[in-house]
């Protein structure tokens, strides 16, 4: 016979069948609409996170006082892992000294202490707003930050008494855009924006000089640090300053093990890193629980055909009497699986569709990337594949049995 004779017969054996395809075809409809969002959310999620690790330095370093066992866990160190309790001392604090022997550690590029505060009142043209205030060492601030300015420029050497701002406090906290040069009062001290960052670079920032910022924040002082921030030369390097760090703070501040320690040390690159994992892991479970739903499709498959196969018997029976071989018997019930596997995928694919389509409005942040979500090509070529494949694998048995049956039997069975 010809591939159109069998895709005619299987098409004939599909449509005369019309209940039962149907629900085995909502059971594969079901599985690859499932499969193929569950694939399009994740390369969403994979575009935004690289969107965003393109704009994050990854050669960042921060080192913070206290310490817990869980941090050790988290970074795959030894110690008590998550869920271990405490260690961190409730006074520990970071000077000038940690910064020198920070120094003595190779590969850094940059090294600076910086403070903040919260809660701060600013106040500009009649209104006052609670806002947060961070302090940076202004000499090197501006070499290990990618932030883009949308005008007027970032800190520098000789600034004192100014601040940069963040674009929603510019433009949006006060009846009143706060333009370049304006005054902002702080704590009833007042300061000059130099700079306004572009939107989404720290909307929210008032960033100023640490020595004007120890003026203004409560229990501020001078050379004592809430974080220390250390830009390594490379990320190849990241991990090797690191572990140095971590020498070096033990040694000046008399660490002798982890039960002692009262500083954390934290890097870009390990966060990156450890998202990734979680996300990859993520997309890997519910993919999981959505080829359970292929499965149950497939089962549902193998016993449309089977019933089919009984259903048909005589028709085989008359075929294999005029001549029909059984490996024409073979290929009509094959294309009549593949063809249920075909009309599943792609109403599947419609599905996926529909369903990628409304994610955007459910205000998820993996899915606002500049890419957006969709079902690429690609994706739809494989979800109709995968599709096929579980249609023709699900109905080799039955269409064999069928090809295999004696002409006498066949015309006989009731």
Not at 61 to 68: A, H, K, M, N, Q
Not at 345 to 370: C, D, E
Not at 400 to 411: E, G, I, T
Request: negative net charge; hydrophobic residues 45%.
């Amino acid at each position: 016979m010809r591939k159109s004779t069998y895709f005619k017969l299987a098409t004939n054996i599909l449509i005369h069948s019309k209940i039962r395809s149907w629900l085995t075809i909502i059971g594969i409809v079901i599985g690859v609409g499932s499969v193929v969002t569950i694939m399009a959310l994740s390369d969403s999620m994979e575009a935004d996170m690289e969107e965003r690790l393109a704009d994050l330095d990854l050669t960042l370093i921060t080192v913070t006082p206290g310490y817990t066992q869980a941090m050790s866990g988290f970074r795959g160190g030894g110690g008590g892992g998550f869920g271990s309790s405490s260690t961190s001392s409730s006074d520990a604090e970071l000077t000038d000294k940690d910064i020198m022997a920070i120094k003595l550690v190779e590969n850094i590029d940059y090294i600076y202490g910086q403070i903040s505060g919260s809660g701060l009142e600013v106040y500009f043209m009649g209104e006052t707003a609670d806002l947060s205030v961070t302090g940076v060492d202004p000499q090197v601030w501006q070499y290990t930050v990618t932030y883009e300015v949308e005008s007027g420029r970032l800190l520098e050497a000789t600034d004192n008494n100014v601040v940069v701002i963040g674009y929603r406090i510019a433009n949006e906290m006060y009846d009143q855009e706060i333009g370049l040069n304006r005054l902002l009062a702080i704590e009833g001290r007042s300061y000059r924006v130099v700079g306004i960052l572009a939107e989404g670079e720290s909307d929210s920032a008032i960033i100023m000089p640490i020595d004007s910022a120890v003026d203004i924040i409560d229990d501020a002082e001078p050379d004592v640090f809430d974080s220390i921030i250390v830009k390594a030369d490379s990320v190849d390097n990241v991990e090797t300053v690191v572990d140095d760090i971590e020498e070096k703070l033990k040694i000046s501040r008399h660490v002798m093990n982890d039960d002692d320690r009262d500083f954390s040390v934290s890097n870009s690159l390990s966060m990156a890193e450890s998202f990734s994992e979680m996300m990859s892991s993520f997309t890997i479970f519910l993919g999981a629980i959505a080829g359970v739903s292929l499965v149950v499709g497939s089962v549902g498959i193998a016993n449309t055909m089977f019933t089919s196969v009984l259903e048909r018997t005589k028709e085989i029976g008359t075929m294999k009497a005029i001549g029909a071989k059984n490996s024409d018997i073979l290929m009509i019930f094959l294309f009549n699986s593949a063809l249920v596997g075909f009309v599943g995928g792609v109403l599947g694919i419609l599905l996926s569709l529909v369903l990628t389509s409304f994610f955007p409005y459910l205000g998820l942040p993996m899915v606002r990337s500049s890419t957006g979500l969709a079902v690429a090509p690609d994706l739809m070529l494989l979800g109709i594949g995968i599709a096929m494949f579980i249609g023709v694998l699900s109905g080799i048995i039955p269409a064999y049995n069928a090809s295999k049956m004696k002409p006498v039997d066949a015309l006989r069975y009731e």
